[in-house]
């Protein structure tokens, strides 16, 4: 069932991003605490001159896009249906594409996921993620269990050899197309949660030498005897 919909639940970012773009670089909001508000009110500087402009949450975002609420902490962007507002529908009409060129694919319920896993209803309005039938898709932080909305969206290397999603984690393809994340989870190239199947084992069927002028064995190497 996953494997069904994984591709139309995944975002695709058409415009490339740079290593420099996205650096790994942890939230530093005590770096935000002397500064100083510009003239007009949109953002403010601090004291190395570097400026940074307020969102219209309050909100902001610093060199390596980690985003900051109201308050200065460390936060997940929130929901922005305005930014949807306009658009264009894909010729399929499988999703559409906004004019940063960002391509967006529906879900079966017609809503879809931002690139910071809000997800928006039908309407374009935020709303609850649906229940979905995959387990691996109803996925909960914290669960030690694979968590395939990590990957929702990402940019191809541009060598191809694998993928980077946007807190700058890269992933490199095996050669079935598949990776593994951080706790040794197995991804297939559809980016369904797998057993890696470069482990998968060949087991040898046995059967007893007693068996062996016999038309017939079963699994376990035992005789079937045929009555005549």
């Known amino acids: 069932y996953m494997g069904k919909h994984y591709n139309t639940l995944k975002l695709k970012i058409s415009n490339k991003m740079s290593q420099e773009e996205h650096k790994d670089v942890e939230p530093n ?11 007009d009110g949109s953002g403010f500087r601090l004291p190395d001159g570097k400026e940074f402009k307020f969102d219209k949450f309050g909100g902001w975002f610093d060199e390596n896009h980690n985003y900051y609420d109201e308050h200065g902490e460390p936060s997940n962007p929130p929901a922005d249906p305005e930014r949807f507002a ?22 079966e319920y017609g809503g879809w996921f931002d ?16 229940i ?8 909960t932080p914290g669960d030690n269990k694979p968590n395939p909305r990590k990957f929702l969206v990402y940019t191809e290397l541009e060598d191809g050899t694998g993928f980077r999603i946007p807190d700058g ?7 079935l197309g598949g990776w593994y994340d951080e706790n040794q989870f197995y991804y297939n190239a559809e980016g369904q949660p797998s057993e890696d199947p470069k ?21 376990g190497g035992r005789r079937i005897i045929k009555k005549k």
């Open 86 to 107: 306009d658009f264009e529908e894909l010729t399929d009409g499988k999703g559409f594409k906004l004019k940063d060129g960002t391509i967006i694919e529906y879900d």
């Open 132 to 139: 979905y039938e995959d387990t691996n898709w109803n996925y």
């Open 169 to 175: 984690t890269e992933y490199k393809y095996d050669e």
């Open 199 to 219: 482990k998968a084992q060949c087991c040898l069927l046995y059967t007893s030498d007693a068996a062996d002028d016999l038309l017939c064995v079963d699994l």
């Open 29 to 39: 909001p005590e770096r935000f605490k002397v500064y100083e508000e510009l003239e």
């Open 115 to 130: 690139e910071y896993g809000n997800y928006y209803n039908k309407d374009g309005q935020p709303d609850d993620i649906p």
